[in-house]
């Protein structure tokens, strides 16, 4: 009974106690974000329901943003200290960041369609958008095509501090090049947000933020597990000669 007690006590258990309860909250902020999306926020008077999809979309680029930001400082991180926790956080932060940016083109491209009339077109927004994702996924191509664990490491951190020059040309290239994608955050695009628009919006933001933080925490323990596992074969292949 004591070694029980002891073992919830554990600064382990309380840690898995932490995450459960986190995980727990981001799906019912999720839940109440989605509730907020389809039954509170009003109808949009011009595009109509279609507007919903705003909702997710501003939210999943905050959030594809916000992970290649977390990619950027990483990255730095890694070249100053050289620790293998900077590079584990930088390449989960990219995987799931992608995710979001991916969400982000497949909602548009939805919105565009009814309010547009096309899925796609190569004005500068959107094709900067492509560019970011491609640049993203090379990121992933650029780690799996070098074998020494340093060098990958090392060039993975300047990649993602180069790459993250992409953020900002995506956000201003609505402000720089007035074109078809609307600058609704700033009042253009025909779009009037009233305040349950705002607050659904916000709301959206900040269960998105949560499921981020959530995904990265896992993808961290699987890269971690990850290396376990390749030290204890390395030990394993001492040991024996194998």
Do not use: C
């Amino acid at each position: 009974m004591e070694g029980s007690g002891t073992m919830r006590d554990s600064p382990q258990h309380r840690w898995w106690l932490t995450r459960f309860i986190f995980t727990a909250l981001t799906g019912v902020v999720v839940l109440a974000a989605l509730g907020m999306v389809f039954l509170y926020a009003p109808r949009e008077a011009t595009m109509g329901d279609v507007q919903r999809i705003f909702y997710f979309h501003v939210a999943s680029a905050w959030v594809g943003f916000f992970g290649f930001f977390v990619t950027f400082l990483a990255g730095i991180g890694y070249l100053r200290t050289g620790a293998r926790r900077w590079d584990i956080i930088g390449l989960s932060s990219v995987e799931v960041g992608l995710t979001f940016i991916a969400m982000t083109v497949v909602t548009g491209a939805l919105w565009a369609k009814p309010v547009w009339g096309t899925y796609w077109t190569w004005e500068p927004r959107l094709t900067i958008s492509a560019v970011q994702l491609l640049i993203y996924v090379a990121y992933g191509m650029l780690r799996t095509s070098i074998y020494s664990s340093e060098q990958k490491a090392r060039f993975a951190a300047v990649y993602g501090i180069v790459a993250f020059v992409t953020v900002p040309l995506s956000w201003f290239a609505i402000r720089w090049w007035r074109t078809i994608h609307p600058d609704v955050l700033t009042g253009g695009g025909g779009m009037n947000l009233t305040p349950r628009m705002i607050r659904t919006l916000l709301a959206a933001i900040a269960a998105y933020t949560m499921l981020y933080a959530t995904l990265l925490s896992q993808r961290i323990r699987l890269e971690r597990a990850r290396d376990t596992l390749t030290h204890l074969r390395i030990a394993l292949d001492r040991r024996f000669g194998g």
